[in-house]
């Protein structure tokens, strides 16, 4: 098997990376209808494509302003102009729709569609700008995926697993999650400045029968996991690297530091 790689250096500005991960931060940015993680700005202003998910655009259009208390809340809205707005349209208000809509915002309505969510509804509008790149090879953060209502949390991680070839990183002011998937092994790279030390590990879709690591406190070895019984919650990284190999796809969570 391969080894994938993982790295949060997206959380880093690029002008002080203070990393020694080389992988790179092109990334697409997907905003749901959830409060905005503290450094949304910083994600916003270094993605290759900005997409709100149907609410996720009221949030743009009220929180970012506060975040530059000393501008016009209408140029900050001006400059952070999501790209497209995807949904079923059912949460976006008709001032913030109009006023991205005049700014040249493209406007997706997919309210016919009501089986798969809005997060489902941007990936695939992501993966479509690009057909020819392996999903692998795509990073798409999703800021305001966690938090608020629990079966929008599960309906978020169910499209980890829906697209699994895809790289997905869900994203809060308090952790983040993205999957392993079970065909590789995976090397992550800490960034001790600004993540950690608290993770876990969590089989999705089916029970390990054995799951390997290096660089935790408690690391597994050959350790069999499954909801009912043992799942490596709370645990903490030692050093820079951590690295997981298992038999079934698996939830990497690590808590991000306030600065």
């Known amino acids: 098997m391969e080894w994938m790689c993982h790295c949060s250096s997206f959380l880093l500005s690029p002008e002080n990376p203070n990393s020694a991960c080389s992988l790179s931060l092109n990334y697409a940015l997907v905003i749901l209808n959830q409060s905005l ?3 949304a700005p910083l994600l916003w202003d270094h993605a290759h494509v900005r997409v709100c998910a149907d609410g996720g655009a009221n949030r743009v259009y009220d929180e970012m302003p506060l975040f530059f208390p000393h501008q016009q809340p209408s140029h ?9 707005i995807k949904g079923d349209m059912d949460s976006i208000r008709t001032e913030v729709l109009d006023f991205y809509a ?20 941007c990936v695939t509008y992501m993966r479509d700008l690009t057909p020819k790149v392996d999903g692998s090879e795509q990073c798409i953060l999703v800021a305001g995926a966690l938090g608020g209502r629990f079966d929008h949390e599960i309906g978020n991680i169910n499209v980890l697993c829906r697209f699994s070839n895809t790289r997905i990183i869900l994203l809060s002011d308090d952790c983040l999650i993205h999957l392993l998937p079970k065909n590789r092994y995976h090397k992550i790279y800490i960034q ?3 993540e950690g030390p608290h993770c876990g590990l969590i089989p999705i879709g089916m029970p390990s029968g054995s799951s390997t ?13 499954r909801f009912g019984g043992l799942i490596s919650t709370s645990n ?7 690295t997981v190999q298992s038999d079934s796809d698996l939830l990497w969570t690590i808590s991000i530091k306030k600065l």
């Open 102 to 121: 005049k700014l040249g915002t493209k406007i997706i309505d997919e309210s016919h569609d009501q089986d798969t969510t809005d997060l489902h509804k």
């Open 236 to 242: 903490v990284v030692k050093g820079e690297i951590v």
């Open 192 to 194: 001790s400045s600004v």
């Open 213 to 225: 690591t290096t660089g935790l406190k408690w690391d597994l070895k050959d350790t069999a996991m």
């Open 76 to 84: 900050v809205r001006s400059r952070y102009k999501p790209d497209a």
């Open 37 to 39: 993680p503290r450094f």
